[in-house]
């Protein structure tokens, strides 16, 4: 995909479109004026006087900014209508070009732009003197030249107006050229203004040429009285905007919205392209790095800013400024050369004494137009009060965090846990339950007894801090009160969510040592889940509450709310009328799971996941649709229909110029039907996929079955370019010795030894063993269901090379999955020159 900076080159060239047609119709209109009119041109002192005066009503300018675009409105037309008037066609539209010209190349424009204005000062003048002399002329300067002139000047008017509307809804979109439109009344207003003082101009000279005196008088004092206005309204509009800042800060200090109103206030306020906050990390505070950037919606986690000069003015407790009217470091110049900033303001934002961060403003909107020294006072008062606002938020925030959290344990309270829980069960996500997990801690009270309530607290702050470091990243911990905690989090489905529970209490049961005394305490653990145990928070939890009560009748078991209305059987058995059915109104999807390297964490693929949403029963499990599609005959459309959706997007991914590998499950029974790899063949043919960008993922007890009856399917598939994978390796009875008569290129772990590798040496080993002689097979070794750093780091200590999970990303749509993918990569890798990386972002 192109870069930006090339794209804005593209477009911004785009209005060559616009300036040649002008220019070929300054020429044609020219060549008719200098062959019908006579005199076509007039005497040269008399032009060329002329265009100082259109100079100098082009100098005094007020500037209208649409978008990164700054219209100059000017009084130019008043010696335009006196020209038309006195002067012959050709001497008007010479004078009017070459004034264009000298004021054009004063301002230092872009070329497109320059050229751009050029053409239709040209082209807008010829049109008007050419109306003007195919007009009827009446005699004297009576109401009917009044008309004429009227036309003419308002003729170059709109053809100016039409033409930067044009150019702008080329370069800025049609958006842009829509809100010119709208700014466009007043503009003529100004233009009539102008008009009718050409036309005082000309009654008064007709009645004495000493009246040019007066008018001369009147020019220096309306460049005095209009430079005193300008400074008045800036001056107006500044203070304006300082009260419209404070007052939103004000009102946006309470609902965690400051930092967006603050940044999008102050990139007006200044008439900057980018507004940047920086605060670096504090307390349980991150690090943030915020930007509001002109014509995009919401805030940008970069900044254009150099870092060299956050840095300087955070050393150095003052102001950096840095443009060519603020003047320049030369400490700073090598890295303000490197950015694409023009100017840059860089203020520190002071809580006392302290320097808590930096406010930065960068790029003042319109290529003329400057950040100047009187903008740096106005920017170090914006940043006093948006320091005070700053930390009075951080103090509220930090009220609010007391309100929401237990004073022991640190972690969420019961009220936080059921917002936590309301919102969870708000959102719904297709395929995923809301889970809710209790852990009642049993015999606290007898430690209580026995040891003291301070006792009692270090077991529960050891209990929260073990929970703390074994969820997945993506639950919520929380202290219900007394000896409960509560876990939330999505899953894929209710059985998930009792077997992470179990998980969870076999690492909160490992012995705690107080001093010399060794204490063994469990927990009994109750599980519900939304949507099948209920829609309101309130009720879930007391149903939780239900099953952890339900579960000490067994110690240290875990509990169900409650089984199925219907079991598994009846409920498969329902559902394999409506597989059809899903199929033709398309309500299966398939969603993708990233495929990461874990020693630099680059994507190198995805695994395809079939999902169904219900119209009745909601969310399907997939063990339950793909048993049912086995035992239906409709197997095979499944499978066609999950290879066609990612060959699709593997075909529609490297067209970004990514190259995108997938990976499909198959089922055991697909690979006794022999012409799959047939059809694998087709599928790959049609969609221009390259067979290396596919992975067939067959479970083990599929491939390791003790007979010879998929070994002629894998081999066709090899043979194809196919890669082919062992799934779920570990949960059978087979043996890593099988795997060397077996034409595959992959073995994955099974999730269950590598989520308990961190707290079972017997799992660590397992997993330890698989990779270590895998890799001497030639195997390379995907680790499933990674999600924690630790489990991270000991994949990465035995050599495995591939893994997937939560830790990285849950299953994605495929659009959530490219969002995702430009959300993970690394700054820091890019600043150090190395290919893209990406970051875990739960």
């Known amino acids: 995909m192109p870069s930006r900076p090339r794209l804005n ?133 009576g109401p009917g030249t009044w008309g004429m002139l009227l036309v003419a000047v308002s003729t170059n008017t709109l053809v100016a107006l039409a033409a930067v509307v044009a150019v702008i809804s080329v370069v800025q979109g049609w958006q842009a050229g829509r809100e010119l439109l709208r700014a466009a009344p007043p503009m003529l207003l100004t233009v009539a203004v102008n008009l009718s003082i050409g036309l005082l101009i000309i009654i008064a000279l007709e009645s004495t040429p000493w009246a040019v005196l007066l008018f001369a008088g009147l020019a220096v004092a309306f460049a005095l009285v209009y430079g005193s206005y300008t400074q008045f309204m800036r001056q107006h509009r500044t203070l304006a905007d300082m009260y419209e800042l404070t007052k939103a800060m004000t009102e946006s200090g309470s609902d965690g919205t400051l930092i967006d109103a603050l940044l999008v206030r102050i990139r007006s306020l200044m008439q900057a392209e980018y507004a940047t906050l920086w605060l670096p990390a504090q307390g349980r505070h991150p690090e943030v790095l915020l930007t509001a950037q002109e014509g995009k919606p919401g805030l940008l986690d970069s900044a254009l800013t150099p870092a060299e000069l956050r840095t300087a003015a955070v050393t150095r407790q003052e102001t950096v400024a840095i443009g060519s009217r603020l003047g320049t470091d030369p400490l700073l110049r090598e890295p303000m050369g490197r950015a694409t900033a023009k100017d840059v303001i860089v203020v520190p934002l002071r809580s006392g004494k302290a320097v808590i961060g930096t406010i930065e403003v960068a790029n003042r909107l319109g290529d003329t137009n400057f950040f100047r020294t009187s903008d740096i006072t106005v920017f170090e008062t914006v940043a006093a009060h948006a320091a005070v606002a700053l930390e009075n938020s951080r103090l509220v925030d930090r009220l609010r965090y007391d309100a ?199 994507l190198i693929g995805v695994e395809c996941l079939a999902r169904w949403e219900h119209p009745t029963h909601g969310s399907v499990a997939p063990a339950d649709f793909v048993a049912v599609a086995e035992h239906t005959g409709q197997l095979g459309r499944l499978t066609e229909f999950v290879l066609r959706e990612g ?118 080993a397992i997993v330890n063993a698989v990779v270590t002689l895998s890799q001497q097979f030639g195997l390379t070794v995907v680790a499933e269901g990674v999600e924690s750093e630790l489990t991270l780091e000991l994949l990465q200590d035995i050599g495995c090379e591939v893994g997937q999970g939560f830790l990285f990303s849950r299953p994605l749509p495929f659009e959530r999955l490219e969002a995702w993918f430009g959300a993970q990569i690394d700054p820091e890798s890019i600043a150090s020159s190395e290919l893209p990386r990406l970051r875990v972002v739960p």
């Open 647 to 764: 060959l699709r997007h593997s075909r529609d991914w490297a067209h970004g110029d990514q190259s995108l590998a997938v990976a499909v499950n198959l089922s055991a029974r697909t690979l006794l039907d022999q012409h799959f790899p047939e059809q694998v063949r087709g599928l790959l043919a049609e969609y221009g996929v390259p067979a290396q960008l596919l992975t067939l993922e067959i479970p083990e007890a599929g491939v390791l079955d003790g007979t010879e009856r998929p070994i002629p399917t894998l081999r066709r598939l090899r043979d194809l370019g196919v890669r082919l994978s062992v799934d779920d390796f570990g949960t059978g009875s087979s043996s890593l010795a099988h795997l060397r008569r077996l034409p595959v290129h992959e073995v994955k772990v099974d999730h269950s030894f590598v989520q308990g590798m961190a707290t079972d040496p017997g799992d660590l």
């Open 404 to 602: 929401y959290h237990d004073g022991l344990t640190k972690l969420p309270n019961r009220r936080r846990i059921l917002g936590a829980l309301a919102e969870a069960v708000r959102v719904r996500a297709p395929g995923e339950v809301v889970a809710l997990l209790l852990f009642d801690v049993d015999r606290l009270r007898q430690v209580n007894e026995a040891l003291g309530h301070a006792a009692g607290d270090k077991v529960l702050v050891e209990v929260a801090d073990r929970l703390r470091g074994c969820v997945p990243s993506a639950a919520l911990v929380g202290r219900a009160g007394g000896d409960e905690f509560l876990v939330t989090l999505r899953l894929e489905s209710a059985e998930a969510a009792v077997e992470l529970a179990g998980q969870l209490r076999e690492q909160i049961r490992d012995e705690m040592v107080f001093d010399s005394l060794t204490l063994d305490v469990d927990t009994a653990v109750g599980v519900v889940v939304h949507p099948d145990h209920g829609d309101a928070p309130a009720n879930l939890l007391q149903r939780v509450d239900v099953a952890a009560t339900a579960a000490k009748a067994v110690p240290g078991s875990v509990q169900l709310y409650t089984p199925a209305l219907e079991s598994r059987s009846l409920h498969r058995l329902g559902l394999a009328g409506d597989l059809r059915n899903a199929f033709d109104n398309g309500e299966l999807e398939v969603y993708y799971q990233p495929k990461v390297t874990l020693r630099d964490r680059r």
């Open 9 to 141: 080159r593209r477009r911004t060239e785009f209005a060559w479109f616009i300036t040649g047609p002008l220019a070929l119709c300054a020429v044609l209109l020219s060549l008719l004026l200098g062959l019908t009119a006579d005199p076509a041109l007039g005497e040269l002192p008399l032009t060329l006087l002329f265009a100082v005066a259109m100079v100098a009503a082009a100098w005094p300018t007020i500037n209208v900014v649409v978008r990164r675009q700054a219209l100059a409105v000017t009084p130019t037309e008043i010696p335009l209508v006196v020209g038309l008037y006195l002067l012959p066609p050709l001497s008007v539209v010479l004078a009017y070009t070459v004034a264009t010209l000298v004021v054009q190349l004063r301002r230092k424009l872009l070329p497109a732009k320059f050229w751009f204005n050029l053409a239709l000062a040209a082209a807008g003048t010829s049109l008007a003197a050419t109306v003007y002399r195919l007009l009827p002329l009446p005699e004297g300067v």
